[in-house]
């Protein structure tokens, strides 16, 4: 019985990586056929996907935007106009590079709390956005706090999983080596909340 269970599971989750590849697959494809996606263009893509019904689980289907240390000011100044007007990078500070949260739906509460959140300036989604950005591959990282979690103290301990795709300036098709990276499609879900769909 035991057994069996372990292999519903396993097979559940598998589904899932698999429904939240397809999503955010879709969503980087769509943002290359028009490099100027809105953020009511993001909402379009998160409702017409059916990411509700689809992947209910799901804390947040997000978009980071690649951004370089010399061209810092300009983006935020943009995102402020076109995004919300307090937008802000975080954690502050100088660096080379930032991959930064552009958009991200359902757009409530706490998911405005990523806006703006520099998710380079942490070792374990870094590492996970290099590989996808290196293998053109959807990857998991680790195990993060997500920034909705780290003011909530009831949730500070609450493991969540991201799942980042890399779009890139090039049509994929003819890619080559000298792919420019512009962004990723994202996923975040708490771990408890993808396994209580299991336990049901």
Not at 28 to 48: E, F, G, L, P, R
Not at 70 to 92: F, G, H, I, M, Q
Not at 101 to 113: A, F
Not at 121 to 129: I, P
Request: aromatic content about 10%.
């Amino acid at each position: 019985h035991q057994e069996e269970h372990a292999d519903y599971v396993e097979s559940h989750i598998l589904a899932k990586l698999a429904t939240y590849e397809g999503l955010i697959i879709a969503g980087a494809a769509i943002h290359n056929m028009d490099n100027d996606v809105t953020k009511s263009d993001w909402k379009n893509i998160y409702y017409n996907l059916r990411i509700p019904e689809r992947a209910p689980e799901l804390l947040g289907y997000g978009y980071i935007e690649y951004v370089k240390g010399d061209n810092l000011l300009e983006y935020v100044n943009s995102t402020k106009k076109s995004v919300v007007n307090d937008y802000a990078v975080t954690p502050a500070g100088d660096r080379k590079e930032y991959a930064l949260v552009k958009y991200i739906e359902p757009l409530n509460d706490i998911n405005t709390l990523a806006l703006g959140y520099d998710m380079y300036s942490d070792s374990n989604r870094f590492e996970a956005m290099i590989i996808a950005k290196d293998s053109g591959e959807p990857t998991l990282s680790g195990p993060v706090v997500a920034i909705q979690d780290q003011r909530n103290p009831e949730s500070i301990k609450t493991q969540s999983l991201l799942m980042y795709y890399p779009v890139y300036q090039e049509d994929r098709v003819n890619i080559g080596d000298t792919r420019t990276l512009v962004g990723y499609c994202y996923i975040v879900f708490r771990v408890d909340d993808i396994m209580q769909k299991v336990n049901l």
